[in-house]
């Protein structure tokens, strides 16, 4: 128990030193991994992400990281973290075209996690992605 404890707060202090210095994404290895599920995620607008866009880290032992945290762990622990296996949901977007990219980077059962996907606006992304890049609540 305090080896997984203390696996997770070095995995967590590895992220949070990776944000503090400007990364745009905590850059873990196989080897500093530890257990538990995170991801940061951020949302950019236009068709390329800067380097410098805000995001959270999304982690879910105990969820937390953005206001539907709990919902976002949970429809990520049912495809496993693959976000591109979220399932589409039912939704009337506007034809607007203002296009978000979202980024995640991180890990998920052991396993890394990088997905990257430009759509033509927001509401498009929410009904794709579900809760996972819902940064503003």
Same mark, same amino acid.
């Given at each position: *128990?305090?080896?997984?404890?203390?696996?997770? #707060?070095?995995?967590?202090?590895?992220?949070?030193?990776?944000?503090?210095?400007?990364?745009?994404?905590?850059?873990?290895?196989?080897?500093?991994? +530890?257990?538990?599920?995170?991801?940061?995620?951020?949302?950019?607008?236009?068709?390329?992400?800067?380097?410098?866009? @805000?995001? #959270?880290?999304?982690?879910?032992? @105990?969820?937390?990281?953005?206001?539907?945290?709990?919902?976002?762990?949970?429809?990520? %622990? #049912? =495809?496993?973290?693959? !976000? +591109?296996?979220?399932?589409?949901? %039912?939704?009337?977007?506007? *034809? !607007?075209?203002?296009?978000?990219?979202?980024?995640?980077?991180?890990?998920?059962?052991?396993?890394? =996690?990088?997905?990257?996907?430009?759509?033509?606006?927001?509401?498009? *992304?929410?009904?794709?992605?579900?809760? =996972?890049?819902?940064?503003?609540?």
């Amino acid at each position: *128990m305090t080896r997984c404890i203390t696996a997770v #707060r070095g995995t967590l202090l590895t992220a949070a030193a990776a944000l503090a210095l400007g990364a745009a994404a905590p850059q873990a290895t196989a080897q500093d991994s +530890g257990p538990g599920n995170w991801l940061f995620v951020t949302v950019t607008r236009g068709e390329t992400p800067h380097s410098e866009a @805000p995001g #959270r880290l999304l982690l879910c032992d @105990p969820p937390q990281g953005h206001g539907k945290a709990a919902e976002a762990c949970e429809q990520l %622990d #049912r =495809v496993g973290g693959d !976000i +591109g296996r979220l399932r589409q949901k %039912d939704a009337f977007c506007p *034809m !607007i075209y203002a296009p978000v990219t979202a980024h995640a980077r991180g890990w998920w059962n052991g396993r890394p =996690v990088e997905y990257r996907e430009t759509f033509s606006n927001g509401c498009g *992304m929410s009904a794709r992605t579900g809760a =996972v890049f819902a940064l503003d609540g």
